[in-house]
């Protein structure tokens, strides 16, 4: 019988093992806010990305040995996004209907995503990279990071923030909306889209479609949004 | 199924290369997505045809967002002694945005005449 070391060498050199810890780490994640009632403070990619944080950790893998396994998942963020065009044309009447009010939303939101971030932390004495990594932390990943990097931020450190911002988006979204006694779905999906991006979007397709379809619009116009704004707004700082 | 998933891809190449091509701060796949619709649009049969594909790959969207975050969680130590700070930034910030962009929307649409949906 082979010994645990050469089945250990044999897992940790293949994407198998980590490709699978991501489905199931995910289904328990999906189990726990399904059996929570769809509660949204219990996430299903913040526990999974913590139970999978805790097993790299205890089992010595890198992220890079970790990423050649979950990199099969990763990459279905690029289809998924062409996707989204299903459920824009499955609903494209309504879209039409509501140009204007997300046009008003997609100038007043993104401006206040990046001023009172930047206000904040500027005020907690944050200066220079850090500070303008934060600046497109709305925007879904890629473009956030090309932001970044043509404004003198970490694209690195701006991907964590943007990673943080879709998971508080995500949490926040249905109780605050919910308090604020918001029942227009198109509104509520395309405020989380605008903020919160793909993580946003993914939660507003939880709990509604009209949402999840709004919040993908916000998702897309604010990547140009954002890339006009930031160099706009930071002449300000 | 295959043919299906071929276009999908096919159309993401496609934005791929033309926001390379042409330097525009757009993702490849959200090019890809405005592509999508256009032929949606054109070809009303391919929706009906294709709809169970995409709804089947969107159904679980979270779960592509776990890698990523994962890497997170290696960066965050990055972010020294500033982490809280840009903790709070992040969550009064999202906040704050989530209710302007709300308000901004459904008070435009309240102008208009326009009720729910």
Same mark, same amino acid.
């Given at each position: 019988m082979a010994d645990f070391q050469d089945i250990w060498t044999y897992l940790s050199?293949?994407? *198998? @093992?980590?490709?699978?810890?991501?489905?199931?780490a995910y289904v328990i994640g999906d189990a726990l806010f399904q059996a929570s009632g769809k509660r949204a403070y219990i996430n299903p990619v913040l526990i999974a990305v913590i139970l999978l944080a805790i097993a790299l950790t205890l089992s010595g893998t890198t992220y890079e040995t970790y990423f050649n396994g979950a990199k099969f998942v990763h990459f279905m963020l690029g289809p998924a996004t062409v996707c989204l065009a299903v459920p824009? $044309?499955?609903? =494209?009447?309504?879209? /039409?209907?509501?140009?204007? +009010?997300?046009?008003?939303?997609?100038?007043? #939101? +993104?401006?206040?995503?990046? /001023?009172?971030? =930047?206000?904040i932390a500027y005020a907690f004495g944050i200066r220079g990279e850090v500070l303008l990594s934060l600046a497109p932390k709305s925007v879904t990943a890629p473009v956030a990071m090309g932001i970044s990097e043509s404004i003198g931020g970490s694209p690195t450190l701006t991907a964590v923030m943007v990673i943080l911002t879709g998971i508080t988006?995500?949490?926040?979204?249905? +109780?605050? *909306?919910?308090?604020?006694?918001?029942?227009? $779905?198109?509104?509520?999906?395309?405020?989380? /889209? @605008?903020?919160?991006?793909?993580? %946003? !979007?993914?939660?507003?397709?939880?709990?509604?479609?009209?949402? #999840? !379809?709004?919040? %993908?619009? #916000?998702?897309?116009?604010?990547? *140009?949004?954002?890339?006009?704004?930031?160099?706009l707004l930071l002449t300000l700082f | 199924m295959i043919s299906h998933l071929t276009v999908i891809l096919g159309l993401q190449l496609l934005g791929e290369v033309i926001t390379r091509a042409l330097g525009l701060p757009l993702p490849g796949p959200v090019l890809?997505? &405005?592509?999508?619709? &256009?032929?949606?649009?054109?070809?009303?049969?391919f929706a009906?045809?294709?709809?169970?594909?995409?709804?089947?790959?969107?159904a679980h969207l979270s779960l592509l967002f776990v890698p990523a975050g994962v890497g997170v969680v290696g960066h965050i130590k990055t972010l020294g002694s500033d982490v809280g700070v840009i903790l709070l930034a992040i969550i009064i910030s999202t906040i704050a945005a989530i209710v302007v962009? &709300?308000?901004?929307?459904?008070?435009?649409?309240k102008l208009m005449g326009q009720s729910n949906g």
């Amino acid at each position: 019988m082979a010994d645990f070391q050469d089945i250990w060498t044999y897992l940790s050199s293949e994407p *198998l @093992l980590w490709l699978t810890a991501t489905l199931a780490a995910y289904v328990i994640g999906d189990a726990l806010f399904q059996a929570s009632g769809k509660r949204a403070y219990i996430n299903p990619v913040l526990i999974a990305v913590i139970l999978l944080a805790i097993a790299l950790t205890l089992s010595g893998t890198t992220y890079e040995t970790y990423f050649n396994g979950a990199k099969f998942v990763h990459f279905m963020l690029g289809p998924a996004t062409v996707c989204l065009a299903v459920p824009l $044309y499955l609903n =494209l009447r309504q879209v /039409g209907k509501s140009i204007i +009010p997300m046009l008003v939303a997609l100038i007043v #939101g +993104p401006i206040t995503a990046i /001023g009172t971030a =930047l206000g904040i932390a500027y005020a907690f004495g944050i200066r220079g990279e850090v500070l303008l990594s934060l600046a497109p932390k709305s925007v879904t990943a890629p473009v956030a990071m090309g932001i970044s990097e043509s404004i003198g931020g970490s694209p690195t450190l701006t991907a964590v923030m943007v990673i943080l911002t879709g998971i508080t988006g995500a949490i926040v979204c249905t +109780p605050l *909306l919910n308090a604020l006694k918001i029942t227009d $779905y198109r509104a509520r999906g395309f405020a989380v /889209g @605008l903020t919160s991006h793909g993580i %946003g !979007t993914a939660r507003a397709f939880q709990v509604n479609e009209t949402a #999840g !379809t709004f919040a %993908g619009v #916000g998702m897309g116009a604010n990547a *140009l949004a954002t890339a006009i704004l930031v160099p706009l707004l930071l002449t300000l700082f | 199924m295959i043919s299906h998933l071929t276009v999908i891809l096919g159309l993401q190449l496609l934005g791929e290369v033309i926001t390379r091509a042409l330097g525009l701060p757009l993702p490849g796949p959200v090019l890809g997505m &405005v592509f999508f619709l &256009v032929l949606l649009v054109l070809r009303p049969a391919f929706a009906d045809a294709i709809k169970s594909t995409a709804q089947g790959l969107l159904a679980h969207l979270s779960l592509l967002f776990v890698p990523a975050g994962v890497g997170v969680v290696g960066h965050i130590k990055t972010l020294g002694s500033d982490v809280g700070v840009i903790l709070l930034a992040i969550i009064i910030s999202t906040i704050a945005a989530i209710v302007v962009s &709300v308000y901004a929307f459904t008070l435009t649409a309240k102008l208009m005449g326009q009720s729910n949906g």
